[in-house]
Nanobody
Framework: VQLVESGGGLVQAGGSLRLSCVAS????????MGWFRQAPGKERNLLAA????????YYADSVKGRFTISRDNAENTVYLQMNSLKPEDTAVYYC??????????????????WGQGTLVTVSS
């Protein structure tokens, strides 16, 4: 599996963006997926995760109620809908895949596949 993110850009505070992560390969539906972000000078953090079926999701407290993760296995795509964006949401956003959902939830885990990242900038 290879991952390519898109949808980043510049948005004003309070606005919305939807990130997409398209996976190549025929086994996308067997992977749990996660969205992470890394701000300048900070570590990369998990924002949201979703199981291969979409039946379970996880959100970090910092984005709960504002961001929504979803997936379309027929389109090999996972999405991150981001609403009520704040300047502190400015970061490079990455999607990642692993066949084990719990591995995505574990902060120190090495995940199987990462995308190249897409930059989100929120202006005040």
């Amino acid at each position: 599996v290879q991952l390519v993110e898109s949808g980043g850009g510049l948005v004003q505070a309070g606005g919305s963006l939807r990130l997409s992560c398209v996976a190549s390969g025929q086994t996308f539906s067997k992977y749990a997926m996660g969205w992470f972000r890394q701000a300048p000078g900070k570590e990369r953090n998990l924002l949201a995760a979703i199981t291969w079926s979409g039946g379970n999701t996880y959100y970090a407290d910092s984005v709960k109620g504002r961001f929504t993760i979803s997936r379309d296995n027929a389109e090999n795509t996972v999405y991150l809908q981001m609403n009520s964006l704040k300047p502190e949401d400015t970061a490079v956003y990455y999607c990642a895949a692993d066949r084990d959902y719990n591995t995505i939830l574990t902060p120190t885990s090495a995940l199987e596949v990462w995308g190249q990242g897409t930059l989100v900038t929120v202006s005040s």
